[in-house]
Every structure is written in structure tokens, then in C-alpha cells.
């Protein structure tokens, strides 16, 4: 029976490209391995794995009597339910480790920023040839996991691993990575009313009903063609203020669409308003949406 090798439940990007691309290498080294998924991509994995044409694994919710190889996690609670009922025989992951065996596995744990750079190294002591489509899935996990290296976990080793991989896989990593991201955080399903509600919070600011939403997503050209019925929803509400940040994480500020006064918009976030608006820097509503209002409504 095959080795199964899987990542988290609810998985992400790395956990499904750290498990397609270990099996790959598995697979090289001899060893009967099947790639598997505690659950179905999301969009962003989807879009990777169609970018490289590659077959989303297998799901599965249950691993009863098969030897498991574990990447991107190693909780109990994150893992296949049965897991006590299965072989575990090693693990792949770059998180602290909560695990403990009744008997020795192989770990290869790493403080670095996704799995994917420990497999990329793995493939690197074993001497064995990266294929472009194994590539783009290394190199769509790393861009995901460290936010094109923005976020704080990333590492040397993260960095120099995606400058070997994007020219295996022929992209340009920014470029390719900013395709990613809005494939990921489209929210072309969603009605207005939907994204408006989607983290909409109202405030009583000095008598004054005020509502902010916040959508997060990198796709912020297709909400600003909306922009008119986006304003025609937003003026039609009983709040005497509304906010609608569409905060993007790369660019670092968000775009505002508002029912209020230009000047309290414009005092409020050091900007010249108008709808659509770029305010730098503004991402977070609790320390700086909600504050920065409350001091131009007072
Ligand atoms: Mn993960
Ligand atoms: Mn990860």
C-alpha cells in the first residue's frame, strides 16, 4: 500500500504543493507514495495547480492502517481523526513541534518560512532533478506562505530557494505572485451586499450611526469597476457614515469607498478624498479606521 503523504486540514497552498512535490520526490527515491488532502484546495491552490498543470491530490478524511507522512503540521488536532489508527512514519513541517511518538519517525523540522523550502532542500541532498511543474508548485507555496516575503517568518533560505525556483518554473516570481494572490482573493462570487457585510461592524460615534466594513483581497480592480453600485448600496443604508475599506496586504494601505463628508475622510486619513481612494498605510480597523474617525466625528 501506498505511503500516504498529507498536509493540514482546511489546507492551504503549502500544504497542498508540500504534499504533490515530497511525493514527487518520494516517488524518485523509490518509494510507492500518494499525494493526499485533508480537503479540497482553495482558489489559491487551484489557480497554482492549474497554472502548472498539475492534478489536485486525492481526498481523504480517514488513513486507518496506511503508513502517513505528515508536511506543513504535526498537531493532533490539525491532523486526519484517525491518525492514532495509522503508521506514522515521518515528518515534513516548518511549525513548533506538539507531537509526540511511541516509537522514532523521521522529522525534519525548520524554522523557515513553508514547507515547501524544506522539501526544495530535500530534492537538493538527494541529488534529483526539479521539473518545472514541481517547480511553480514549490515556488507558488513559498510566495503564499511569506506573503512574497513581506511577512516576518520569512528567511534567507525561503528567499534563495524561490531565486533557483522561478527560473525552473519560468516565471517572474512578482509578477506571477500578484496573479496568485488575486486568484486567491477574488471575491468575483460575492454580491455588493455580501462584500459590504462581509466584516461590517457598526459604531456610535457622538450620536452618529457609523458603520466600517473591511474586505481584504488583491483583486482591487474589479471591485473599483463596481465602484458606482458599490456607492449606490453604501448610500442607501441607514447608517449617517458608512466606510468601506478594501484593505490591500501587499501594497500596504486601502482603498476606501464612503457615505461622508470629503473633509472628515480627507482629516481622518491624511489624504485628498475622493471614492477609491489609496489611503497608505491604513489597514488595520481597529487601530486606525476606528480611531482616526472617531476623532473627526468628535
Ligand atoms: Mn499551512
Ligand atoms: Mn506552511
Request: with cysteine.
Amino acid at each position: 500500500m501506498s505511503t500516504l503523504i498529507f498536509g493540514h486540514k482546511n489546507p492551504d497552498t503549502d500544504s497542498i504543493c508540500s504534499a504533490i512535490s515530497l511525493t514527487y520526490l518520494k516517488n524518485k527515491l523509490g518509494i510507492d507514495a500518494k499525494a493526499c488532502a485533508l480537503g479540497t484546495p482553495k482558489k489559491e491552490a487551484l489557480f497554482a495547480l492549474n497554472y502548472f498543470g498539475v492534478e489536485s491530490p486525492c481526498v481523504i478524511n480517514e488513513a486507518k492502517g496506511n503508513d502517513i507522512i505528515l508536511v506543513d503540521h504535526n498537531e493532533l488536532i490539525q491532523t486526519v481523526d484517525d491518525i492514532k489508527e495509522a503508521n506514522l512514519i515521518e515528518i515534513v513541517d516548518h511549525h513548533k513541534v506538539e507531537i509526540s511518538t511511541d516509537v522514532p519517525i523521521s522529522i525534519r523540522v525548520m524554522p523557515v518560512g513553508c514547507t515547501c523550502t524544506i522539501v526544495y532542500n530535500l530534492f537538493k541532498e538527494n541529488n534529483v532533478e526539479i521539473p518545472k511543474h514541481i517547480a511553480g508548485l514549490l515556488l507558488s507555496a513559498i510566495l503564499s506562505d511569506t506573503l512574497l516575503f513581506k511577512s516576518p517568518t520569512t528567511t534567507e533560505m525561503d528567499i534563495k530557494a524561490c531565486e533557483e525556483l522561478e527560473n525552473l518554473a519560468e516565471v517572474n516570481k512578482e509578477e506571477y505572485a500578484m496573479e496568485m494572490f488575486k486568484a486567491g482573493t477574488s471575491l468575483d462570487e460575492y454580491t455588493i451586499s455580501e462584500i459590504v457585510n462581509m466584516d461590517f461592524k457598526e459604531f456610535d460615534m457622538a450620536g452618529k450611526k457609523v458603520g466600517i466594513g473591511q474586505v481584504f483581497t488583491l483583486d482591487i480592480d474589479s471591485i473599483l469597476s463596481k465602484k458606482d453600485e458599490f456607492l449606490e448600496f453604501i448610500n442607501n443604508t441607514d447608517h449617517d457614515m458608512l466606510v468601506l475599506a478594501i484593505t490591500d496586504i501587499i501594497k500596504e494601505g486601502s482603498y476606501l469607498l464612503y457615505k461622508a463628508d470629503d473633509n472628515i475622510i480627507s482629516e481622518a486619513f491624511n489624504v485628498k478624498a475622493h471614492q477609491g481612494v489609496f489611503a497608505e498605510g491604513v489597514v488595520s480597523r481597529k487601530k486606525q479606521l476606528v480611531p482616526n474617525l472617531t476623532n473627526m466625528v468628535k
